[in-house]
């Protein structure tokens, strides 16, 4: 991994996110606001925006693939993958690849949870991987992904994701990888 950097995208970009974003109070629980994705990703202008800023600093063939982590992200990661003419790789959760898998578990705030690649026909040795999803917290998810994609041989080029939540300490678990964050919540 290379240096912390993080990418502001245009004031542009993060406007269109936050005009179309909906936000739900108390929601899972009470106290926590939940940022909806979903209108802005309907949105043709907010989509193409969104997807314009996750690729910042990426062009066609400086990485080999773009992995969207499971489930959202392989929206998002489709339409890079495709603006960049490069493979996708679906980061998947825990049981939906038949074996052989690689696979990576970390813990989250109410258990643990394991991220799998297939460990057959797919080699990553020395491959750069651009690694997207839809938010970032605490980072957990995130940093597995980062670890199964570098056990793998894959060299992570950067993580773009739409949405940071500030203040969980996603950020500075993810310290040394070029990071873009198109809004913060």
Same mark, same amino acid.
């Given at each position: 991994m290379t240096d912390s950097s993080v990418t502001h995208v245009s004031p542009t970009i993060s406007s269109a996110v936050e005009r179309l974003m909906r936000r739900v109070e108390d929601f899972p629980s009470a106290g926590v606001q939940f940022c909806d994705l979903t209108p802005v990703l309907a949105d043709p202008d907010g989509f193409d925006a969104v997807v314009r800023g996750l690729i910042a600093g990426h062009e066609i063939g400086t990485v080999d693939y773009v992995a969207g982590l499971d #489930?959202?992200?392989?929206?998002?990661? $489709? &339409? /890079? #993958? /495709?603006?960049?003419?490069? $493979?996708?790789? #679906? /980061?998947?959760? &825990?049981?939906?690849? !038949?074996? !052989?898998?690689?696979?990576?578990?970390?813990?989250?705030?109410? $258990? &643990?949870?394991?991220?799998?690649? !297939? &460990?057959?026909?797919?080699d990553l040795r020395g491959k750069r991987v651009l690694v997207v999803d839809d938010v970032l917290a605490t980072g957990g998810t995130l940093t597995a992904a980062v670890g199964l994609l570098e056990d793998c041989g894959a060299v992570v080029a950067g993580l773009s994701v739409v949405l940071e939540i500030p203040g969980l300490g996603g950020r500075d678990r993810l310290a040394g990888t070029p990071l873009t964050c198109l809004t913060v919540a």
């Open positions: #489930a959202r992200g392989f929206l998002l990661a $489709g &339409a /890079v #993958a /495709v603006r960049l003419h490069t $493979g996708i790789l #679906a /980061v998947r959760k &825990a049981g939906k690849l !038949p074996p !052989p898998v690689h696979s990576r578990s970390y813990e989250l705030e109410y $258990g &643990a949870a394991t991220l799998e690649l !297939p &460990a057959d026909g797919l």
